[in-house]
T-cell receptor, first 115, second 114 residues
Framework: DGGITQSPKYLFRKEGQNVTLSCEQN?????MYWYRQDPGQGLRLIYY???????QKGDIAEGYSVSREKKESFPLTVTSAQKNPTAFYLC??????????????FGPGTRLTVL | GQQVMQIPQYQHVQEGEDFTTYCNSS?????IQWYKQRPGGHPVFLIQ?????EVKKQKRLTFQFGEAKKNSSLHITATQTTDVGTYFC??????????????FGSGTQLTVLP
């Protein structure tokens, strides 16, 4: 069963703690993305990766970090430097031929609440 | 950077009424994509338009790409409760990393009243 998995679905953390959100895909896609979605708003790009061992900052990268050691995995760490981390985090992937035209496939998302 | 503006932000319709959401760009787009996000769910790809003036239909949904490739619309005929959700358009834009990426509009949240 091909797709993108994100875990956990809900995550609670105390303020000041780093937290890592997982994203795994078995679609054999080269490109992967992390978005943040706040209530009633669109998707804002945090980081993206077009190939293993390479990634680029998106529009709101401050307070976040990523790694891309394997093609299938693109974990996102929300650091204590992120001032307002409570949000819905969506991971996506695409075939990677042309990121501005590729169809993106989204995971189910992780809803992070920082107390 | 490139912005894709979407209107309206919210729309409430009675079941059976039609619904339209519009997406506008200040620059020409090579393509535009539409996604649907059900409440509590994740965005799911609906369609991609690439040609000037292109019109595509999926059952009760009609997608149009403007002649100048700067705007697009999604029209739903005779809405049903299953149409509830947020509809996003997405087009090429520049992120902070300078490479062109897909930029999502702010979405139109559709509520269908039974």
């Amino acid at each position: 069963d091909g797709g993108i998995t994100q875990s956990p679905k809900y995550l609670f953390r105390k303020e000041g703690q780093n937290v890592t959100l997982s994203c795994e895909q078995n679609l054999n896609h080269d490109a992967m993305y992390w978005y943040r979605q706040d209530p009633g708003q669109g998707l804002r790009l945090i980081y993206y990766s077009q190939i293993v061992n390479d990634f680029q900052k998106g529009d709101i990268a401050e307070g976040y970090s990523v790694s891309r050691e394997k093609k299938e995995s693109f974990p996102l760490t929300v650091t204590s430097a992120q001032k307002n981390p409570t949000a819905f985090y969506l991971c996506a992937s695409s075939i990677g031929l042309a990121p501005s035209t590729d169809t993106q496939y989204f995971g189910p998302g992780t809803r992070l609440t920082v107390l | 950077g490139q912005q894709v503006m979407q209107i309206p932000q919210y729309q409430h319709v009675q079941e059976g009424e039609d619904f339209t959401t519009y997406c506008n760009s200040s620059t020409t787009l090579s393509n535009i994509q539409w996604y649907k996000q059900r409440p509590g769910g994740h965005p799911v790809f609906l369609i991609q338009l690439v040609k000037s003036g292109e019109v595509k239909k999926q059952k009760r949904l009609t997608f149009q790409f403007g002649e100048a490739k700067k705007n697009s619309s999604l029209h739903i005929t005779a809405t049903q409760t299953t149409d509830v959700g947020t509809y996003f358009c997405a087009g090429p834009g520049f992120s902070s990393g300078s490479a062109r990426q897909l930029t999502f509009g702010s979405g139109t949240q559709l509520t269908v009243l039974p």
